[in-house]
């Protein structure tokens, strides 16, 4: 039996991969790569020294999957494959339905009909829009603020709706918070095309001196230094935080038979306090400039982790030192991501 990783080359999802294969499970990647590059599962293969199938094709595909989840006698689905950026999603909102909700509906299609009741669903802190209170538990309200946020709620509701119709579903939503850092072989990490969105990618660009500056979206926020407050995860953290709600699955009684979890650390940093943090964990300089706001930032966002505590026996380990640390490893390594790897190979 195997585990059907959609999205198994992207960022979270290549970590996913490691650790799943580290504990013993056998690992099918379904991806499309539009935002990945193959040489991210070879690295995967490296570090676990174990191999992974690899199915190329678009969730959207209906078909393909079943024939996919046959072949390989799937057990269960971590569902990582979607599109991700905030901005994009406004411009091309259609796109992001298409990807994220119609790709979903037709990977639970899939799953259903072929009996393949299990799941692990990406979700985001984003589906609670703007904070009422702090820290963000699972039962603050969920209001999104944009196309990509409500695409993840739109896609909460329908394994909400499918778990109350059917007890044999066994559902698991993860909500991340922001995710960074790389595994510490440095041979698998963010590889973002074009110019990162993110703030832990941009940083990291600045001090390789591929990027001139940092734009700091903002120094008025009612935060301690005025700058935005995230909770930044460590993504080895995260993926580790996969594997036991996968396990928490098979455990669940019919009676109760989803959840939606929070995965964060709790704790909140600035953005300066970003930026300094990664200045001694590379010992580089990392310029920045103070800029306008961004449109849709929110001034803080940090996770209450109790309920991730009791049910799923998990906390972040990780700190700081080692998100901004692996992040440096990973870039010094491969200042131009898998890009450089694929040409050389062609
Ligand atoms: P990523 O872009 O690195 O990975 C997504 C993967 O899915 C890529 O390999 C891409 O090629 C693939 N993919 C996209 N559309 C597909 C389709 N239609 N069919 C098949 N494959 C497709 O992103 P990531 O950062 O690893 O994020 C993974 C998931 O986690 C996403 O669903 C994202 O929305 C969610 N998430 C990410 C963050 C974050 O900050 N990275 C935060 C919260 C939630
Ligand atoms: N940010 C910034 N400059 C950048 C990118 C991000 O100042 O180039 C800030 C952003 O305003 C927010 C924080 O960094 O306060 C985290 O932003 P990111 O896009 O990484 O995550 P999200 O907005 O999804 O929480």
Redesign the pocket.
Known sequence: MSILI?????????HCCVSFLESGLDVVV???????NPE?LKRVEQITGRSLKIEQ????DQSTLETVMKRHACEGVI??????AVGESSQDPLAYYD??VI?THRLLSAMDATGVRKLIF?????VYGEPKSLPLTEEHSLNPVNP?GRT?LFVEDMLRDLAASNSEWRVGIL?????VGAHSSGLIG??PLGVPN?LMPFIAQVATGRRERLNVFGDDYPTRDGTGVRDYIHVVDLVEGHLQAYEKLAKLPSSSNSFSVNLGTGNGYSVLEMVKAFERGSNQPVPYEVVERRSGDVAECYADTQKAEELLAWTADRNLGDMCSDTWHWVRKNPLGYAAESDSND
């Open positions: 959609t999205g198994g080359a992207g960022y979270i999802g290549s379904f991806d499309n790569f539009s935002n990945s991210s094709g678009d969730i959207r569902h990582f494959a979607g599109l991700k990807n994220n790709g990406s979700s985001s802190a984003t990509y993840k909500r991340y918070f922001n995710p963010e590889d993110n």
